[in-house]
């Protein structure tokens, strides 16, 4: 009797859990636009989400003509690497770059009327891009096939023209297959009209969907992606340097300076655009331009390299080329991207020439500034020379004087500058003003 209530127990309680069970969790991702670094972003952060919610399938639906090679390998790895099934839905177009990414996914399946192929490289003005683009794309063509267990030749077939598949694809023409074609061939297991009739054929009657959505941080990074958003981030950058360097010790301008660097720099790295070397890059100009002012005050070398840098950084970071290879970069990208930062600078020029004298007799302004006058009736001086003044004296220049640099008197020596002419090391001079730290001087005729 014992043995049979315990039986009976069981019974009820495997019955239980069966019927409380959770069903299939599905996640759905959704490319429907180039492959470029906000798709890539987009994908890395939707199989995130994946291994987040523990999805026991994930449905990637495309519809695209294919897009940047380099981010359409990073898609692809990503998913060859994943450990959960993944379908690709081809509702409509999977073309080049989308050819790749649906190959690596572990089933496909085709809405009617849709396409899978024509996977050769080209260029953002239509010809074929140079062999060694081919030959790569050729090479993870055939090894993402022969992973999922696909025709490696046909594979190749939809990037290289000269590949002869008798009567599916002569030779001459690039592979393209359509939904029947796909299936006839393995390259699609069947055609659905929607993710309920993919899960249905994968057995699964019941399951829970979930679509993935970009988060709030997300959508404000895309929106700082913006080239308008980013002209006014680079006004920013210029101008609190300037109104900084303007007004020392203030410290506001600077700051909305670094913030605007910040968030125009971080959403182009996440996004992939942004290299370390275009940051860098960056951090270099500023640091040239920094010694130009504050070392060797002109403008030499040093300060053309600066400006080359800075501005060069500031177009490089919104293109997506790999290290000066422009061959997948379009001419419209680049003028916007140059457009962008010329109108920023072109904005900042024109707050600095309008905007500066209301900035310092604005309210805001006069709250942290000083705005009284310190008279010398009250014991404040403007000279570090008020024990003996060293006006008229005659001396000569120990440093070139480029406009500052410095100059002995009486075996002293001393910092000054002049009134914006160089003056050679050795040259005779005087001093015509002791008022601040440095002393004014001007070279004596011969």
């Known amino acids: 009797m014992r043995k049979l209530f315990a039986l009976l127990t069981t019974l009820l309680v495997l019955t239980f859990f069966s019927q409380e069970k959770e069903k299939p969790l599905v996640l759905h991702l959704k490319i429907d636009d180039v492959i470029d670094p906000r798709t890539n972003r987009y994908s890395e952060l939707g199989l995130e989400k994946a291994e987040e919610i523990d999805a026991d399938y994930v449905i990637l639906e ?12 990073d898609i692809r790895t990503r998913i060859l690497n994943f450990d959960r099934p993944i379908y690709t839905f081809i509702n409509k177009d999977a073309a080049s770059a989308g050819a790749l990414i649906s190959i690596a996914c572990d089933s496909i399946y085709m809405a009617k009327g849709s396409s899978i192929g024509a996977a050769t490289v080209v260029t953002q003005d239509g010809a074929a891009a140079p062999d060694k683009y081919q030959s790569y794309m050729r090479s993870i063509m055939r090894s993402t096939a022969e992973a999922k267990g696909r025709n490696p030749r046909m594979a190749e077939a939809m990037v290289d023209e000269d590949i002869d598949l008798d ?21 699609c297991e069947a055609e659905v009209n929607d993710i309920d009739d993919i899960m249905q054929r994968s057995g699964v009657e019941e399951y829970e969907l979930k679509e993935f959505n970009l988060g709030t941080t997300e959508k404000i990074i895309s929106l700082f992606l913006n080239p308008f958003v980013s002209g006014i981030l680079i006004l920013i950058i210029i101008g609190g340097i300037y109104f900084e360097l ?56 040093a300060g053309v390299l600066g400006l080359i840098c800075t501005i060069g950084s500031l177009v490089l970071v919104m293109l997506n080329n790999d290290m000066f290879d422009f061959s997948f970069v379009g001419a419209d990208q680049i003028f916007i991207s140059v457009a962008t930062v010329l109108a920023g600078m072109l904005g900042a020029i024109v707050i600095m020439f309008f905007g500066g004298a209301r900035l310092l007799n604005s309210n805001v302004f006069k709250r942290i500034a000083l705005q009284e006058v310190q008279e010398g009736s009250q014991g404040y001086t403007s000279t570090f020379y008020k024990e003996k003044s060293l006006v008229g004296k005659n001396g000569k220049t120990y440093t070139r004087l480029r406009p500052s640099g410095r100059i002995e008197i009486d075996g002293e020596i001393y910092d000054a500058f002049t009134r914006g002419n160089f003056i050679d090391e050795g040259a005779e001079i005087v001093v015509v003003s002791d008022e601040g730290t440095s002393l004014k001087v001007k070279e004596v005729d011969s």
């Open 246 to 301: 303007q007004t020392p010790g203030v410290g506001f301008p600077i700051l909305a300076s670094i913030v605007a660097i910040i968030l125009y720099f971080v959403p182009n790295y996440l996004n992939g655009l942004a290299a370390n070397w275009e940051i860098i890059m960056f951090i270099v100009g500023i640091i040239l331009i920094a010694v130009e002012v504050f070392v060797i005050p002109g403008f030499g070398v």
């Open 167 to 187: 009567s599916i694809a002569t030779e001459g023409k690039i592979l393209t297959l359509s939904t029947s074609e796909a299936i006839k061939y393995g390259f």
């Open 62 to 73: 495309l519809d695209t003509y294919g897009g940047a090679l380099n981010d359409a390998d």
